[in-house]
T-cell receptor, first 112, second 111 residues
Framework: DGGITQSPKYLFRKEGQNVTLSCEQNLNHDAMYWYRQDPGQGLRLIYYSQIVNDFQKGDIAEGYSVSREKKESFPLTVTSAQKNPTAFYLC???????????FGSGTQLSVL | SQQGEEDPQALSIQEGENATMNCSYKTSINNLQWYRQNSGRGLVHLILIRSNEREKHSGRLRVTLDTSKKSSSLLITASRAADTASYFCATDAFNTDKLIFGTGTRLQVFP
């Protein structure tokens, strides 16, 4: 089954802690994205990557970091510098820029 | 920055009725896409319409694009309770390499 997998589904962060959200795809897509969604809101772009070993900041990159060491994987780290991390995080991929996105099922991050 | 703005923010209809959602955007685009999101889930792609297209159909979905007015509409015909979800437009603007999403329309279809 081809698709995009996010884990975990729920994640809790303690004060001052870094946490990492996993995103894996087996669609052989070059482009991958991380979005943040707050309740009742649209999606805001955090980071994106169009090719392995390269990534760019989106509109709200502060307090987040990513890596793209493999085509299949694009993990997102929410650092302690992100003061309001509670949100629903969505990972997506596309065959190339501007084409339709395939989304994972999301990770709900909450602060303890 | 929000490129697309959907209207209305929320829509409630009865099964069998048609639902129309609108999306306005600010800058020139390569294409515009519509997505659906069930509560607490990821988004699912519905339709992509390119800037040189005016109308596109997929099953009960009809999308129009008016580049002169910088607007698009999504029509769902003969709605069903299972169509209850949030619907988002997303634009692939010129001179950018990312999709920008609107704020969404929450559709409730009552049986």
């Amino acid at each position: 089954d081809g698709g995009i997998t996010q884990s975990p589904k729920y994640l809790f962060r303690k004060e001052g802690q870094n946490v990492t959200l996993s995103c894996e795809q087996n669609l052989n897509h070059d482009a991958m994205y991380w979005y943040r969604q707050d309740p009742g809101q649209g999606l805001r772009l955090i980071y994106y990557s169009q090719i392995v070993n390269d990534f760019q900041k989106g509109d709200i990159a502060e307090g987040y970091s990513v890596s793209r060491e493999k085509k299949e994987s694009f993990p997102l780290t929410v650092t302690s510098a992100q003061k309001n991390p509670t949100a629903f995080y969505l990972c997506a991929s596309s065959i190339s820029r501007g084409e339709k996105l395939f989304f994972g099922s999301g990770t709900q991050l909450s602060v303890l | 920055s929000q490129q697309g703005e959907e209207d209305p923010q929320a829509l409630s209809i009865q099964e069998g009725e048609n639902a129309t959602m609108n999306c306005s955007y600010k800058t020139s685009i390569n294409n515009l896409q519509w997505y659906r999101q069930n509560s607490g889930r990821g988004l699912v792609h519905l339709i992509l319409i390119r800037s040189n297209e005016r109308e596109k159909h997929s099953g009960r979905l009809r999308v129009t694009l008016d580049t002169s007015k910088k607007s698009s509409s999504l029509l769902i015909t003969a709605s069903r309770a299972a169509d209850t979800a949030s619907y988002f437009c997303a634009t692939d603007a010129f001179n950018t390499d990312k999709l920008i999403f609107g704020t969404g329309t929450r559709l409730q279809v009552f049986p």
